[in-house]
């Protein structure tokens, strides 16, 4: 069972924003998480990586308290996700998945409504609508959307109280150029405002610029875990800002960036590029 414990320690002996220990789940007798442990420093931007099927989604799931573990403890802010945590919800942000959409509803009605629901002013999420590069869009019917246009309001609707911890799962699948730096300046302010953000994804690409540390998930293990700069084969490269709009305009001009790809070994597999 999953139970309630405070918040583990980070190594400098600060409460972790988010703490995992012992972590393990199956389904139908095939353990998909397995004794995994995982601890967010507040303000970090933690990285969860790995293959396809290694167990992300279903780890993210558990550390916001969608999912039950069958063995080990959770802390999510000092205390144990899931059983509907009213005290949870507006200090969180998921990103959600499309059934989770008022699909009937308009892209502004969309925003506004979780906006209202979660205690965020109705002019942060007018704001928020242009920033996420959705204000030409207000007026369309969420269904109607194209794809990545409504994993940005996914976005958006996840980050639009600034929740103090944020959960991301392939946050940049399907998005364009422009959809992904706008994304990329987003999590910057909100790292800058001292969001604690878990973010999985097979491969980290441009979002390996923010991270202050990896985790790296192979069949529910977690088989690495450090600074993202460990698992960077060239060392040369930098994995600090620039970011956003203002990497690709360097870029464009011929520097060289932190969002250029950045080739990673784990063994012999790639995990950063
Ligand atoms: N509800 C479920 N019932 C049965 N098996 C499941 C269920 N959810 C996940 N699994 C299995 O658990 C394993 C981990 O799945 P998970 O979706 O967490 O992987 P992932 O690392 O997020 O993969 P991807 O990158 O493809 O999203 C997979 O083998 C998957 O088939």
Redesign the pocket.
């Known amino acids: 069972m999953t139970a309630a414990l405070g918040a583990f320690a980070t190594r400098d002996g600060h409460a972790a924003a988010v703490s995992a220990r012992g972590i393990k789940q199956s ?2 007798g095939r353990e ?1 998480l397995r004794d995994v442990d995982l601890v967010a420093e507040p303000g970090s931007f933690h990285g969860l990586i ?1 293959p ?7 780890l993210l799931k558990v550390l916001y308290g969608a999912r039950r573990a069958q063995a080990g403890e959770v802390s999510l802010l000092g205390r144990a996700p899931g059983g509907r945590d009213r005290a949870l919800l507006a200090r969180v942000g998921v990103q959600a998945t499309a059934s989770s959409f008022f699909s009937h509803a308009t892209v502004w009605e969309h925003l506004s409504t979780v906006a209202a629901l979660l205690g965020a002013s109705q002019a942060r999420a007018h704001q928020f609508l242009d920033q996420m590069g959705l204000g030409r869009l207000r007026d369309w019917r969420v269904e109607l959307l194209p794809v990545g246009a409504r994993r940005m309001l996914a976005l958006a609707s996840a980050m639009v109280h600034h929740p103090e911890v944020l959960f991301l799962d392939e946050p940049m699948a399907d998005l364009d150029r422009s959809e992904r730096a706008d994304l990329l300046d987003a999590l910057d302010e909100a790292r800058g405002e001292g969001t604690t953000v878990i973010c ?1 994804a ?1 491969l980290l690409g441009e979002l390996g610029t923010l991270c202050d540390c990896v985790s790296v ?1 192979d069949d529910g293990r977690v088989v690495a875990v450090g600074p993202a700069s460990s698992f960077v084969a060239d060392s040369n490269r930098s994995l600090t800002p620039p970011l956003g709009r203002a990497a690709m305009a360097a870029r464009s001009r011929g520097r060289v960036t932190a969002l250029d790809p950045m080739p990673a070994v784990l063994g012999n597999k790639e995990v950063l590029a």
Not at 52 to 58: L, V
């Open positions: 389904f139908r998909i790995g396809s099927g290694a167990g992300k989604t279903a999985a097979r998930l």
